[in-house]
């Protein structure tokens, strides 16, 4: 499942992560991949133990903890740090590869049910950079503006494809969700989308109230808390 979630970041937000991390020291970023993904990894990373990554992460969760389609989407159980990445000049590119099952922050193990990928960048700040996503319906390309979310199965392969001009900067992180299955967290975001717009037409109907026992049972059913 690939939702986008809009406007994550407000604009004041967004203009205080952006100065950062343009006075920001940066490292290569295979020094934080795996040894397959290494092989494919050409870009910077922001150091994940610096104070400005640990500002910036304060900034983003916070951003996340505010909005409601983020929870809706992903039912999250745990949020790892997230990291700030920048594609440009020779370090612009991450070929196809997969995210690691199980990642590992602040000695407990996370697993990655769902991937993210914030886009601080303005798309036409950079050309290329898409993030190329391969889904059921074939390949996925995707540009955001800067300050929205794309969230997408962690079992996916995904590519970045080389920045030609400017730089593209974004952050990314990974959701170990309450409910495992990918097919199950759609169901019960598909219900919730239709009965936030029941509840705008018709209010607190009996069979919106019903309905919403149904989802609420199902979350119950599926959820490991």
């Known amino acids: 499942m690939l939702i986008r979630i809009p406007a ?20 290569d970023g295979a020094l934080t991949a795996g040894s397959q993904a290494a092989l494919a990894k050409q870009n910077q990373q922001l150091p ?14 916070g951003a996340l903890e505010r909005h409601p389609l983020f929870f809706s989407a992903t039912l999250p159980k745990r949020i790892l740090p997230p990291l700030f990445n920048r594609y440009g000049g020779e ?4 070929g196809d590869h997969v995210d690691q099952a199980i990642r590992y922050a602040a000695g407990q193990r996370v697993r990655s049910d769902i991937s993210a ?8 700040d950079y050309d290329g950079g898409e993030l190329v996503i391969a889904d059921t319906f074939g390949e996925q390309r995707v540009k955001l503006a800067a300050g929205d979310l794309l969230i ?3 079992t996916s392969v995904h590519r970045v494809e080389p920045v030609t001009r400017g730089a593209r900067l974004a952050s990314f992180f990974w959701i170990e969700s309450m409910v495992r299955l990918d097919e199950q967290r759609r169901l019960l975001y598909e ?8 509840r705008e037409q018709h209010g607190d109907s009996p069979a919106t109230v ?5 989802y609420h049972n199902l979350l119950r059913m599926w959820a490991d808390t």
């Open 117 to 124: 990928t914030l886009f601080l960048a303005e798309p036409s």
């Open 210 to 214: 019903q309905l919403t026992g149904t």
């Open 8 to 27: 994550v970041l407000d604009p004041q937000t967004l203009a205080t992560i952006r100065q950062c991390l343009a006075e920001a020291a940066w490292e």
């Open 191 to 198: 219900m919730d989308m239709s009965l936030m717009a029941l």
């Open 91 to 94: 370090s612009n590119r991450y």
């Open 48 to 61: 994940s133990k610096s104070e400005a990554a640990q500002q910036l992460q304060a900034l983003v969760l």
């Open 152 to 154: 997408y199965p962690g």
